[in-house]
């Protein structure tokens, strides 16, 4: 595969394959995976896991995948790193009626049965959007806590996302999200060795695509877009602003992101953003230094707690450690910079314990460098928590701090889009009843 | 596909960097304006250190002439600009306008970083805001900027303008864009509302974004005009004098004399002019009907604002002490200062001001070594200065 006058190395055109997509995408990449990887290479081979044909063998909440992925050395659990989003449609207005909602469950079902639910296999969700319950009579069980998306910031403008549903697919394998999405839209009629029988072609309707990826290495392939300086993100980064993030310290846990109580108990709330970023003076202009200060805090820079990319930091960002969550304050005025993850520290819970599970990776659709930054946590009131303290509205008039400059990363990233969505447990993954 | 890994273009800069990265020492550059420019601009040689080299690069390397100058001096040459449009904008007029690429410093705490002029051809781009109802300067943060070429709409540059202080523009929000061929651009500015609190008759007046919009020529026959003077003078104490023009406010405070309420004194500390005065009912905005500090802190000479800094008065009256920080204001009288409520402040009070961070501003060449290192200073108010 080529792009222009230049030969593509073998993880970009994984990456290239996903977010080409379609038929051409996804025969580039199975012949890629079938051919030895390069030294140092982690994409695997073709021999893929057989699905899971058991339902008893599958977890009970959809956003089970900590235990079904790779952990790193410190215990981090390791996001698989290829990602597909699907945005779609109901074709029908008012409730959807118990035929698609048995068509879209057996094609969910035949994807399980398809690929292994871990991330070497695929691991994905179906969430729904306010708009979605917005077709039945009765309004969404009060137990549940999805507003419809809204400006976060003064400084923000993002556009709404409000399709009826949002489909994750992800995996280690750039084929097996490739090929899960045709398989569900009844594009293939084979899928990883198994016939395709269900789909839920149809009854729905696709209204936009997005793609991305997440882990060392593949950012840094892909600096060739627009957004980021050639050659300036780290060889080993796993996200472009060249930096580790989910650290399990600083995750919420899946327990405590899943709904209590209610008929949704066991699901959760999906938060889903795109970020672009912008990091031509994050690299060109500002210092390592500055970078630390601003992503950590001063103290991090002061006394080079983070080491390249922050693998020597484990599982925890230090910013509990290190107390400077309760230094913001103090830091904005006396050091001039308050860090992104020290702001961040903040909005943790009664129980000291951060709101959000971040699954988000980074993306270069439409050829810019952004994030889709997807969240899980119980209720979108933990989202706008965690983004009022990453504003430091507080701050914003502290010293040296402004509304964007010396205020974390915000002077880098503009929120474009936002949507909300509700995870329900896997029992009622299909084209749920709102009570 | 090759098993061996094909180079790619990333591979290509990393190992070709050191050699692309020579750049002009001064001011000037891009393709041909380079060749009318002395390559040793600077005053003693100052910056003339390798900083196209990675080592070089994003570090100022002090040299014995640089630590023997005055703080804030003058610099090695002054440059004209050309203006490209000037708008009114919700409270604001904008005006946009640019210059040769210039070098500047950036500043995060006190880590200060020297942005030395990229190889190729580009602008500084400028933009300056203010009231226009009582011509202050407005500061904005740092504002969006997104350069399209105006055909294709193709974007040609998108990042957040910096906050900055030069002797000729005063406070503006700038940086180096790169315009990759001659033609028309389209530059859209967006403005944040202000975060400083708005004081007296600027009350809730600077509280929505706003954007702005201005279309920009990009010739070299045009660049190459700009004019550039050689300054004799270099190096020595003082500061160019403000660029002077019909249409907009050159930036300066008022004087001492001209703000509003007591005049408690001036004191000087890291180059920087304080000017103290104490207003005897709190300006509205300020959740007190009591008196109020107002501190001016300025540029010597020029008499600019030095915007996001850490400023915090200690009053102390017959063993009595109250120690506030100040937070940075806009009124319309007063501009842009830093003050508090402080209900038994009376003149002959003591009042010690001390710095946290510098002024978070980048700085243009005669400023960048100044207003980075503050000592406490105290005066008594209205006794003297």
Request: proline content about 7%; charged content about 25%; hydrophobic content about 35%.
């Amino acid at each position: 595969m080529t792009d222009g006058d230049r030969t593509l190395t073998r993880r970009e055109t994984l990456r290239a394959a996903v977010a080409l997509g379609g038929s051409t995408g996804l025969a580039a990449c199975l012949d890629l995976e079938g051919q030895p990887t390069e030294a140092g290479g982690t994409d695997r081979g073709t021999d893929r896991p057989a699905g899971t044909e058991s339902e008893a063998e599958l977890p009970s909440r959809q956003h089970a995948w900590n235990e079904f992925s790779r952990t790193d050395e410190h215990g981090n659990p390791v996001p698989a790193r290829h990602h597909v989003l699907l945005l779609a449609d109901y074709v029908g207005d008012g409730p959807v009626d118990d035929g698609d909602r048995t068509q879209a469950e057996n094609a969910f079902r035949e994807l399980e049965e398809t690929y292994r639910w871990e991330s070497d296999g695929l691991l994905f969700t179906v969430g729904y959007s306010p708009a979605y319950f917005d077709r039945y009579d009765e309004p969404l069980s009060e137990s549940v806590d999805l507003p419809q998306p809204a400006a976060l910031a003064p400084f923000e403008d993002p556009s709404f996302d409000t399709p009826d549903l949002l489909v994750h697919l992800a995996s280690d394998r750039a084929s097996a999200v490739l090929e899960a999405k045709q398989a569900l839209f009844g594009e293939l009629e084979t899928a990883n060795g198994s016939e395709v029988t269900e789909t839920i072609d149809g009854t729905v309707e696709l209204v936009d695509r997005r793609t991305g990826f997440i882990g060392a290495g593949l950012p840094a392939e892909h600096d060739d877009v627009d957004g980021v300086p050639d050659g300036a993100v780290p060889e080993d980064a796993p996200l472009f602003m060249g930096f580790k993030s989910g650290f399990r310290q600083n995750q919420a846990t899946e327990d405590s992101v899943t709904i209590a109580e209610g008929p949704f108990a066991g699901g959760t709330t999906q938060h889903l953003s795109l970020l672009r970023t912008e990091l031509d003076q994050w690299y060109n202009q500002d210092s390592r230094e500055q970078r630390v200060a601003k992503m950590f805090s001063a103290t991090h820079a002061a006394e080079t707690l983070v080491e390249g990319v922050g693998d020597n930091l484990g599982d925890s960002s230090l910013v509990a450690e290190t107390g400077v969550a309760d230094r913001v304050e103090d830091d904005a005025f006396e050091k001039g910079v308050v860090g992104h993850a020290q702001k961040l520290a903040r909005a943790r819970d009664e129980g000291g314990d951060p709101r959000l599970l971040r699954r988000d990776f980074a993306t270069v659709d439409d050829g810019q460098t952004g994030v889709h930054f997807l969240s899980l946590q119980e209720g979108i009131m933990d989202f706008i928590r965690t983004r009022n303290a990453m504003n430091g509205d507080d701050v914003a008039n502290v010293g040296g701090v402004g509304t964007k400059n010396n205020n974390g990363i915000l002077q880098y990233v503009t929120t474009v889009r936002r949507g909300n969505y509700l995870l329900p447990p896997r029992s009622k993954r299909s084209f749920p009843r709102p009570s | 596909m090759s098993p061996r890994r094909n180079p790619t273009r990333r591979d290509f800069i990393a190992t070709s960097g050191v050699a692309l990265g020579v750049s002009v020492a001064g001011c000037a550059t891009g393709d041909d304006a380079a060749d009318e420019t002395p390559s040793e601009a600077a005053p003693g040689g100052t910056e003339s250190t390798p900083e196209g080299t990675e080592q070089g690069r994003g570090n100022e390397l002090p040299t014995a002439s640089a630590q023997e100058r005055p703080l804030v001096h003058i610099p090695a040459h002054q440059d004209g600009m050309r203006m490209v449009g000037m708008e009114e904008v919700g409270p604001y007029m904008v005006a946009m306008s640019y210059t040769l690429l210039h070098d500047f410093w950036i500043l995060t705490g006190k880590e200060k970083i020297y942005v030395q002029i990229e190889d190729g051809q580009g602008l500084h781009l400028m933009a300056t805001v203010w009231d226009p109802e009582y011509n202050q300067r407005i500061p904005l943060g740092s504002p969006p900027v997104e350069v399209r070429a105006a055909e294709s709409g193709d974007s040609v540059t998108k990042k957040s303008l910096w906050p900055m202080l030069s002797q000729q523009m005063g406070p503006h929000f700038g940086d180096n864009v790169a315009f990759p061929e001659e033609g028309e651009y389209t530059v859209q500015l967006s403005f944040d509302p202000v975060s400083a609190r708005q004081l007296g008759e600027y009350r809730g007046r600077f509280t929505d974004a706003v954007d702005a919009e201005f279309d920009l020529l990009f010739r070299t026959d045009i660049t190459n005009n700009i004019r550039e003077r050689f300054v004799d003078e270099a190096g020595q104490a003082g500061a160019l004098e403000p660029m002077e023009t019909d249409m907009q406010p050159d930036g300066r405070l008022a004087d001492a004399a001209s703000l509003p309420g007591e005049h408690g004194g001036i004191v000087e500390s890291g180059a920087a002019e304080f000017v103290v005065q104490v207003l005897r009912r709190a300006p509205a905005g300020i959740d007190s009907s009591g008196p109020y500090l107002a501190v001016s802190a300025r540029t010597p000479y020029n008499q600019y604002p030095l915007p996001f800094m850490g400023l915090r008065a200690t009053v102390a009256n017959a063993g009595e002490e109250v120690r506030e920080p100040l937070k940075a204001a806009v009124h319309p009288e007063l501009g842009y200062h830093y003050g508090a409520p402080f209900p038994a402040i009376a003149m002959g009070d003591e009042v010690t001001l001390s710095v946290g961070a510098p002024p978070q501003v980048a700085r243009h060449r005669g400023y960048q070594t100044a207003f980075l290192e503050f000592d406490d200073t105290t005066l008594t108010l209205g006794d003297g200065t």
